[in-house]
């Protein structure tokens, strides 16, 4: 028996192994550039899994691979890019998922902020999503005032997002985002500010539990960079249980009813506003550090949503682990890489640090402004979340990435992303 994973996340890919041979399945990688996995690949015993390259961006040639796949039971699709590729694919083939309407909805920023706006869950709605720039202009003035946030109704890793505090930054966004490749529309939304999070919830039949609160560190305004995560962030009983509340409520009034959820919010003054709903676990170390904070193979829950079963994780009492915290690594300037120094000072550091590459020696880093441009992440452990990001933050700092500037005239070009 088959479960068919449609690319992946970075990492993750070895606990996906490890869950589908709990449950007695064979896991199918289909993906356009195995080196993209290659730290997780290379830590898997040969024939652990089946790899099968392909265009993934060619539905019809995925679904004639699918088809010719013996005893395919489920396919997973954990990334924001194939995210509706593998909704019209499960559709097609007649294998358990979610609606593809719901899916469509979840990926379209504006759509999400509009429909909990109508269910009384956030206080502010949309500003004229595919409007033009004078139009997205006037409407954001009128309608949500300043300080705002223009972003891509389908962006994914922090690209395509500005903090407009006046109308000079406005107008030099507009201008900005006019030469920018979106992955969908360009619209506004108020900005809600405080402390950034994201909660990992697993909902199934339209109950959700909330596995884990993640903290979210970002760099200095006006980007919105990511640079450190800790989990499980420790929020007193009562308000834990006011967050799982009104996460239920969030997901159920998108009609997103099963599967996990990474869902992004502030905390403000006047109560938590959602960021974004994202369709999937946790990117970068977030399914690793749940599967250690937790003391559970969360990703078990995976396979079994995908082969339309009730995840055991829905109502599993769970042993608990150390808390975890990571911190992505970034170079000084863009350019091509060319080192990452310090890692043997690692083994010497409190908490386990860990280096886990994203990117090797002679790619390019064009992108500094978002998460297209860390290298490498900085992992660490300690008894809770708080210690834990002192521990992956000195660790962090002892480790150096390091770029040459690009070369002749046809080099890539850095910009904010």
Not at 17 to 30: I, M, N, P, T
Not at 156 to 170: A, F, I, Y
Not at 274 to 287: K, Q, S, T, Y
Not at 365 to 383: F, K, M, P, T
Request: with cysteine; hydrophobic share 40%; proline share 7%.
């Amino acid at each position: 028996m088959s479960v068919v994973c449609l690319e992946s996340l970075t990492f993750g890919l070895r606990h996906l192994v490890s869950a589908a041979d709990a449950l007695g399945e064979r896991l199918l990688l289909l993906t356009r550039d195995p080196s993209y996995y290659a730290y997780e690949l290379e830590r898997l015993p040969d024939g652990a899994l089946d790899v099968v390259t392909t265009d993934t961006f060619d539905t019809e040639g995925v679904a004639d691979v699918l088809r010719g796949t013996p005893g395919l039971r489920g396919l997973i699709s954990s990334t924001d890019t194939w995210t509706l590729v593998g909704a019209q694919l499960t559709e097609r083939l007649g294998l358990p998922g979610l609606d593809p309407a719901v899916l469509r909805l979840a990926r379209d920023k504006a759509a999400v902020r509009d429909r909990l706006y109508e269910a009384g869950l956030t206080r502010g709605r949309a500003v004229d999503p595919g409007a033009s720039p004078a139009e997205l202009r006037e409407s954001l003035l009128k309608e949500a005032g300043l300080p705002a946030v223009v972003k891509d109704t389908a962006g994914t890793g922090s690209q395509n997002v500005w903090l407009v505090r006046d109308e000079t930054e406005l107008d030099a966004v507009l201008a900005e985002a006019a030469g920018r490749s979106l992955m969908g529309r360009l619209f506004a939304e108020p900005y809600f500010g405080g402390p950034v999070y994201s909660a990992e919830t697993l909902s199934w039949q339209g109950r959700t539990r909330l596995l884990g609160v993640s903290s979210r560190l970002m760099s200095p305004e006006p980007r919105f960079r990511e640079e450190i995560t800790a989990f499980p962030v420790g929020f007193p009983d009562e308000q834990r249980v006011s967050l799982e509340r009104w996460l239920g409520d969030v997901l159920a009034a998108i009609g997103y009813t099963d599967r996990f959820a990474h869902v992004e919010f502030v905390l403000t003054a006047a109560g938590p506003e959602v960021v974004e709903v994202n369709p999937r676990i946790g990117g970068a170390l977030v399914g690793e550090g749940m599967c250690r904070a937790l003391g559970y193979n969360v990703y078990e829950a995976m396979i079994e949503a995908a082969l339309g079963r009730r995840p055991r994780l829905m109502d599993a009492a769970l042993p608990g682990g150390p808390a975890v915290a990571f911190v992505l690594s970034y170079p000084d300037a863009p350019g091509v890489l060319t080192e990452v120094g310090g890692l043997d000072r690692l083994a010497g550091l409190p908490g386990a640090p860990a280096w886990y590459p994203v990117k090797r020696v002679g790619d390019p880093v064009e992108h500094l402004s978002d998460s297209r441009g860390y290298a490498g992440i900085v992992y660490a452990e300690a008894e809770t979340a708080e210690l834990a990001t002192h521990r992956a933050v000195a660790a962090a700092n002892a480790v150096r990435v390091r770029t040459e500037p690009f070369a002749g005239p046809s080099a890539p070009q850095a910009s904010g992303g």
